[in-house]
């Protein structure tokens, strides 16, 4: 039923709905950060978010949807650290004990902290997203729980793409919007609001070299809902993508996809560091590192960048920070 994309009402209603939990995250202008070829950046800084990522917009939005029965089953998801602790967060705002969150074996520590800190039962299965999905679905599945979704669900999609009617409010006219994409659900629920508001605002999906599902997706005609992806700190980014963006992306409400190197995230999360004095986790730097290697694809642009969270590990970010 929820396998779909959402539309717009569902977006406007769903920015109603999740108002007093979410916060209205700054869009701010960017005078610091480098760039080139008269590129203009400003930077929604969903990282700000209680749980340091826009995971909290699609949770609250699905978890307010339930049924008292489907509540009290008990919740269910799977996560690579982010949708977990917006989960848990959510759930704990609302009064929603029982959540039981499957997550990689090679998840961030600093994430699966955050997750426990909300006081669901986190469990550690695997070495991928799909391996934790599959633990997530069998779970849910013995024990009758409510599955929640991290992207391939319009109602996650739908709260996700409230940061789109923000941007909106807060941009005077960009050009492009980037948006990381994982599995998708953010970039769906966006790419509904703004085609319907601002179609001449182009709308790119940035992922990493190590995990290009969508791509790869279009390109072969396939969904590639599990996608072995290589080594990568876009752990946020790495796997197959949902039914739902696919749907979207052929429906060309997607309008490129640009691939970003590894050693291009690692110099964005040190830039946004030094230049910007903001903690970026490499998920949601990808957008700057596609600006820093496709300068002339966005110059003399006013470019939108979605950072969409803030959960790095404190090793791994003083290892990219000795490297700038």
């Known amino acids: 039923m929820f396998q779909r994309a959402p539309t717009f009402a569902e977006v406007w209603r769903a920015q109603e709905r999740i108002r007093p939990y979410v916060m209205r995250t700054p869009l701010r202008h960017s005078g610091a950060l480098p760039t080139s070829r008269n590129t203009q950046l400003f930077l929604k800084l969903e990282n700000w978010q209680p749980t340091g990522s826009f995971k909290v917009r699609g949770a609250f939005n699905l978890l307010m949807r339930l049924s008292a029965d489907e509540i009290e089953r008990g919740l269910v998801a799977a996560s690579a650290g982010n949708h977990g602790s917006a989960v848990g967060y959510a759930a ?5 004990s029982n959540v039981t969150i499957f997550v990689p074996g090679t998840t961030p520590r600093a994430k699966v902290d955050k997750m426990k800190q ?3 039962d986190v469990r550690e299965v695997g ?9 997530a679905a069998e779970h849910e599945r013995m024990r009758h729980a409510t599955f929640v979704h991290a992207y391939d669900d319009a109602r996650t999609a739908a709260g996700a793409g409230t940061v789109a009617l923000e941007i909106l409010e807060q941009a005077p006219d960009p050009d492009m919007v980037l948006v990381p994409v994982g599995g998708g659900g953010l970039i769906s629920g966006m790419a509904v609001a703004l085609k319907q508001l601002a179609p001449q605002i182009r709308l790119i999906a940035v992922q990493p070299e190590a995990s290009p599902a969508l791509r790869d997706s279009m390109r072969d005609g ?3 809902q599990e996608y072995t992806a290589g080594e990568t700190i876009c752990d946020g980014l790495a796997g197959g993508i949902g039914q739902i963006v696919y749907d979207v992306a052929r429906r060309k409400l997607i309008d490129e996809i640009v691939i970003v190197s590894e050693t291009a995230v690692r110099r964005a999360v040190a830039d946004f560091a030094a230049d910007e004095q903001i903690i970026v986790e490499g998920s949601g730097a990808v957008g700057l590192a596609a600006v820093s290697e496709n300068p002339e694809m966005f110059a003399n642009k006013r470019v ?12 791994r970010l003083a290892e990219i920070l000795s490297e700038k």
């Open 92 to 96: 704990k705002q609302l009064g929603i």
């Open 118 to 120: 909300f006081g669901v």
């Open 127 to 135: 070495v991928t997203y799909d391996d934790a999905h599959h633990a």
């Open 222 to 224: 396939v969904c590639y």
């Open 304 to 315: 939108a960048l979605l950072i969409s969270g803030g959960n790095i590990d404190r090793g």
